[in-house]
């Protein structure tokens, strides 16, 4: 399984990017997805998830009304829009996958499959 992600940058605080990340050698149609963050000496944070096959979100307090998960079924892809960012946004943004997640559990960093993170800083 591989995920490559793309679309991160600088910005300033107000401004918007969208991240994409397209899976391969995945069960993309019944599998969940999910965008993660990671600043130096903290935890992995979810950001926001998605069940690929009916294309239910789930959003962490903190990006709630500023952050839009979605997908691109036909492309094996999702994508994170992110407007409004704020300088406590600027991370590095992972993309995970799994074959299933236990309700409740979608934004633990539990999964089995990871990209290989793009940075956002927001000055």
């Known amino acids: 399984v591989q995920l490559v992600e793309s679309g991160g940058g600088s910005v300033q605080a107000g401004g918007s990017l969208r991240l994409s990340c397209t899976v391969s050698e995945f069960s993309y149609s019944t599998g969940f997805m999910a965008w993660f963050r990671q600043t130096p000496g903290k935890e992995r944070e979810g950001v926001a998830g998605?069940?690929?096959?009916?294309?239910?979100?789930i959003y962490a307090e903190s990006v709630k009304g500023r952050f839009t998960i979605s997908q691109d079924y036909a492309k094996n892809t999702i994508y994170l829009q992110m407007d409004g960012l704020k300088p406590e946004d600027t991370a590095m943004y992972y993309c995970a996958a799994d074959s299933a997640v236990v309700p409740g559990g979608e934004l633990l960093p539990d999964f089995s499959y990871w990209g290989q993170g793009t940075q956002v800083t927001v000055s």
């Open positions: 998605l069940y690929t096959s009916t294309g239910a979100t």
